[in-house]
């Protein structure tokens, strides 16, 4: 018993340091898609990434998976990036 559950913590969320660091570095890059804050952090905690499983950023980091996250929003920002591109 001892060792399934030193197995299951270990599988556990990521350090209160690291989740921090995740969580601010997706906070950063979803700044370059929408610079307000406020709507950032609502698209943060609530909006469902449908690639991603159906979860939320915040459910991404909490689980470790921020580079998912933050691979999802590189991609978005070169789309729109060449959307602008192809307006010129």
């Given at each position: 018993m001892r060792a399934a559950t030193l197995v299951w913590l270990a599988a556990g969320p990521p350090p209160a340091h690291d989740f921090i660091s995740a969580a601010l570095a997706v906070l950063r890059m979803a700044a370059a898609l929408?610079?307000?804050?406020?709507?950032?952090?609502?698209?943060?905690?609530?909006?469902?990434?449908?690639?991603?499983?159906?979860?939320?950023?915040a459910e991404l980091v909490r689980?470790?998976?921020?580079?998912?996250?933050?691979?999802?929003?590189?991609?978005?920002?070169?789309?729109?990036?060449?959307?602008?591109?192809?307006?010129q």
């Open positions: 929408e610079p307000d804050p406020v709507e950032a952090m609502a698209w943060y905690r609530g909006m469902p990434i449908a690639v991603l499983d159906g979860l939320t950023a689980q470790g998976r921020a580079n998912a996250v933050l691979g999802f929003l590189r991609a978005a920002i070169e789309i729109e990036r060449a959307e602008r591109q192809a307006l």
